[in-house]
């Protein structure tokens, strides 16, 4: 396994430029960015999470699958939910609790896909004191194909 970049871990980093409860806007698309997936990124996620399946590092080995190649491990979608947000989003918040999530996989991501997200809030309300916010999100690659899609809930910061 070739040795890859490490990725941004501060997450008090920008945390000025981001949006606030009374920012987010239901129904509202965030603003996203497209990312590039490369097997630098797929294997050092892979070996962040301790995931050492040879269909995401070993080329011979992923041919002869019925995938025909590396894919990428479908919890990735975490990874990539901060790769194809820029600084100033709200999902990004120090703070934030995970609510819960459900998740469909479609179609695995490959090296070299280039990934859009689609995403918005759907609702947000306030219960026992604590800010909640509904949100769905959807990962394409460059064909348009799904590749999953979630809806999430979230505790938000005060």
Request: hydrophobic fraction near 35%.
């Amino acid at each position: 396994m070739a040795e890859a970049q490490t990725f941004e871990t501060d997450f008090w980093k920008d945390a000025n430029l981001r949006k606030v409860w009374d920012d987010i806007v239901p129904g509202e698309p965030r603003k996203t960015i497209p990312y590039t997936l490369t097997k630098e990124a797929i294997e050092l996620y892979c070996k962040s999470v301790g995931e050492d399946h040879p269909i995401y590092f070993d080329e011979a080995y992923a041919t002869t699958t019925r995938y025909g190649g590396l894919i990428a491990p479908p919890s990735i979608h975490i990874l990539l939910m901060f790769s194809c947000t820029p600084a100033d989003d709200w999902m990004r918040s120090p703070g934030t609790v995970n609510a819960g999530q459900s998740w469909s996989y479609n179609i695995p991501a490959r090296p070299n896909d280039v990934i859009t997200l689609q995403a918005r809030a759907l609702d947000k309300f306030i219960k026992r004191e604590r800010l909640f916010v509904v949100h769905d999100n959807v990962f394409f690659n460059q064909r348009g194909e799904v590749i999953c899609s979630g809806r999430g809930w979230t505790i938000r910061p005060m």
